[in-house]
């Protein structure tokens, strides 16, 4: 598991099944996902984690690695250790100390590696024995070898940075500091450049970075939501609505008093989701892309390919929405555009460990974060659905104080045009759903004072204007508003928790990781 279920939920896991068992139980799962090569790319990919740089590839023992660092661990662990840990980061295994009477388990441990695995014997006769089971053999007076015992980040980074040694872990490094560790050691050690500044972007769009054209979208839907907003506000409906209609506005009010009200509502709270999608693109474009970082360009894209294509959700609505086609026709090559390429130049700036505490704090906020996320995604799903085939749901026939048959009669477009609407909006938050979801899981590190801002600011765009317009127009139910209240407060727990942490400065005092 990820650091943000392993710190918050372990105390949970021992109290329920004591502390050594919970510990197994997690290496033997891991394990087993790892041991399946769908599982490790699902670990690995998952849980953010990189190819790391050819600078940090070498060797040890004379066996080459991809990079130097590991983890040692007895015998009694080997097994589940060279299944669940190359996923995480982990470029070779050293089983020590092994005697005789443990050759049958490193073995066992040897015929599923998919990384190096070495051995520190403790007698010749154990070597010699399995000196065709196993890549190579250490000694531990190797100076180029460095166990830690220490959890820190800094420490075990710096030691990379010395050519040629080769850093390995000890299994109490990971049980204090988390799964993560090594992917947060590689990220360190990681050299990098000067991010690139504005001014550095030109006047010639060909040649216009990646992250340029990202933050022209995020613009170009945040100016898209603010405008959806104006036109809800004021006219409602534009003349495409009424011809498709057949209706004015005073005459869906004089049919139904609440009818204009609850197109408002549903057009507020996706201009809304369009305002955060908007600030949530601005972000990853700013703070992710433009400074390499590989998983935010993921984060955009896996986004975008669940937004754009809900422009075809017309196809079973049979209302084309001018302006929506218009929007999505401009800015889709410009997504493209943004996406086309990763980032080859790595270009982030790391602010050094702080306190332990500040850490474990931060992780429950990202599991509060996460799974915020997940629900808007479930919310958005249950929407879309809704939106293509019921179209209402029971509360909203209370508030309009009619059922669907009644509006039908009204005009023959006037569900369809509805559902439009709404199943719009449950596209539109599906994929701002996946963006906050994902950022809020791999993009976690001390003083990425962006990934703060930029959840908090689509968390302000989308719930706020929820809520406002809901009670603006008395559809106050609580049932129907249960997800909103309920995705407020978690959200806002989320980010008190880890705003010490995500906007933590450079100068703060270095501490453990």
Known sequence: MPDWTYHPLRGAAAAVLGRRRSQR?????????????????????????????????GEIAGVPVTVRLGISVPPSLARETVRAMPPLGVGVVEVAPVSAADLETVREAAAGRSVPLVVRAGDPEAEAALKLDVDGFTSGDDPHVVQVSDPSVTAAAAALKEPGTVVLARPGVLLEAGPGWFARVTETATPTAPAPRLRDVGR??????????????????????????VITLGPVLLWYDRDYLGMTLHELHAANHHLVHFLQHDRITMAGTMVAIGALYSGLAVGGIRRGWPWAREVYLLSGAIGFPTLFYFLATGFVEPLHTATALVLFPMFVAAVRRAPHTPRWRLVPEGPEPE???????????????????????????????????????????????????????????????????????????????????????????????????AAAAGFLPAVVVHGAIRYTDFIHLAPVYFGIAITGTGLLLARPYLCAKASARPGRP
């Open 25 to 57: 139980t997690a290496l033997r799962l891991l394990a087993w996902i790892g041991s399946r090569p769908a599982g490790a790319r699902l670990i690995a990919r998952g849980f953010g984690h990189r190819h790391p740089p050819e600078r940090l590839a």
């Open 359 to 457: 850490r474990r704090r931060a992780l429950a906020g990202q599991l509060l974060l996460i799974v915020t996320g997940a629900g808007l995604f479930v919310g958005g799903a249950v929407i879309s659905v809704v939106g293509l085939t019921g179209v209402f749901v029971p509360t909203d026939l209370t508030f309009l104080g009619t059922s669907t048959q009644t509006l039908e009669t009204l005009s023959p477009r006037l569900v369809p045009f509805v559902a439009h609407d709404r199943a719009g909006f449950g596209g539109a938050l599906m994929a701002a759903a996946v963006a906050i979801t994902l950022l809020s899981a791999w993009g976690w590190r001390r003083g990425e004072a962006w990934v703060f801002w930029t959840l908090t600011a």
């Open 204 to 229: 010639d769009p060909r040649r216009w970075p990646a992250w340029w054209w990202a933050l022209l979208v995020g613009l170009g839907m945040t100016g898209a939501g603010l405008g959806a907003a």
